[in-house]
């Protein structure tokens, strides 16, 4: 059966169940009421446009952060701008982010940059970025070398697959392994951006990729958004938007996962960054999915980070870092921390950095 026979014939049983809809509501408001709660000394990062999104960060062990920025994803509304790579070096107090020159033989007008996740590899210090790429809203994995003295990416390779049809984020586990959300089922539009969003189905999952061997490893996510692993590689986290959820999952030896347990979370969560010293878990997460989805500048989607702690134990700590109305940022998907400090990145909108304490 057909995917579009599927819809319809779902979309049928959810009209003549509505409930759904009531479910539906329930899914994407994460709280009715959200208060504000900043951090000190929040400053917008210079060089970003105001609306060039930055929707995924990542920050390396020595303090050099990369971000993903000119977004465009359907039903969101547009970036300015084509999609491009910044890098900021966190220890430089002029907290400044450098866009990175782009390889000649890299197709720049139809670069669509999402989600990000940083390799470096031991024997030679190599530093490997992985971007999620939709040119025409394909999904496609670009895989690129950083060359740090001029700051500049070379083009390794590009990586397609029939299981990687609409990937959200990845985590990269050596130079050309990884394991990558799809976020939804439908590739079509229409179908991703409204069928899909309506009927809440569990049809998300988790794919595994090396160049041998791509699998889907875990499934049943209403939408499987950041992904991400611990200090130790011995667990993956993965973001379900929908049900206000991170998952902890164990990697087995033949790179298969198995569910650990599920966290509350309280919002509707995107990327997840993991603090190396201590395994927290930082979260950039949508307290109203309604208002991202159905944007209303007079009305804007709000900001919220999430910090998880000890994880791993019987009682995780779960503690909102910093939430906002839309008034300061609109549509926070990342956050992630290195010496003191917070850089929070939007889907559509600007990037801040704010002081912990
Ligand atoms: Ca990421
Ligand atoms: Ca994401």
Same mark, same amino acid.
């Given at each position: 059966?057909? $995917?579009?026979? *599927?819809? *319809? ?7 003549? @169940? ?47 952060? @990369? ?62 970025? @992985? ?6 809203? $394909? ?14 990416? /070379? ?30 089922? @439908? ?58 959820? /991170?998952?902890?999952?164990?990697? $087995? ?20 960054? /993991? ?22 500048? $007079? ?29 300061? *940022? ?13 850089? *929070? ?13």
């Amino acid at each position: 059966m057909g $995917k579009l026979v *599927i819809a *319809i014939v779902v979309a049928a049983l959810s009209v003549l @169940f509505g409930e759904r809809m009531v479910n539906f509501r329930k899914r994407f408001l994460a709280s009715n009421e959200l208060v504000n709660s900043h951090l000190p000394n929040c400053v917008a990062l210079k060089n970003l446009g105001e609306y060039s999104g930055s929707e995924d960060i990542t920050i390396v062990g020595n303090g050099r952060a @990369f971000i993903s920025t000119g977004l465009e994803y359907p039903g969101i509304p547009v970036t300015d701008g084509t999609g491009k790579i910044f890098s900021l070096d966190m220890q430089d107090p002029r907290m400044k982010p450098v866009e990175l020159r782009m390889p000649r033989n890299f197709d720049l007008e139809s670069f669509n940059p999402h989600g990000i996740s940083v390799y470096t590899d031991e024997t030679d210090d190599t530093v490997y970025l @992985f971007v999620v790429n939709h040119p025409q809203h $394909k999904s496609q994995i670009e895989l690129f070398r950083f060359v740090e003295d001029d700051l500049s990416l /070379v083009h390794v390779k590009t990586i397609t697959h029939e299981l990687l049809y609409s990937v959200n984020d990845i985590v990269a586990l050596g130079v050309d392994t990884f394991y990558a959300t799809n976020d939804h089922y @439908f590739t079509h539009e229409f179908l991703k951006g409204f069928v899909e969003l309506l009927l809440a189905q569990p049809w998300s999952n988790v794919v595994y990729y090396s160049p041998e061997e791509v699998k889907v490893v875990s499934e049943g996510y209403y939408i499987a958004n950041g992904i991400n692993v611990s200090p130790d590689k011995g667990h993956i986290y993965v973001a379900d938007m929908l049900v206000h959820e /991170v998952h902890v999952l164990e990697r $087995k030896e033949d790179n298969g996962l198995v569910p650990v347990k599920a966290v509350a979370v309280g919002s509707l969560c995107d990327n997840i960054e /993991v603090q190396p010293d201590t395994g927290d878990l930082w979260l950039g997460c949508h307290p109203n999915g309604l208002k991202l989805f159905m944007f209303d500048p $007079k009305n804007p989607p709000g900001s919220e980070v999430i910090r998880v702690q000890n994880i791993h134990s019987d009682e995780p700590l779960v503690t909102r870092v910093y939430a906002d109305d839309g008034q300061v *940022i609109m549509g926070s998907s990342v956050a992630a921390t290195y010496g003191g400090k917070l850089l *929070i990145g939007s889907v559509f909108h600007k990037a801040l950095c704010c002081d912990l304490e």
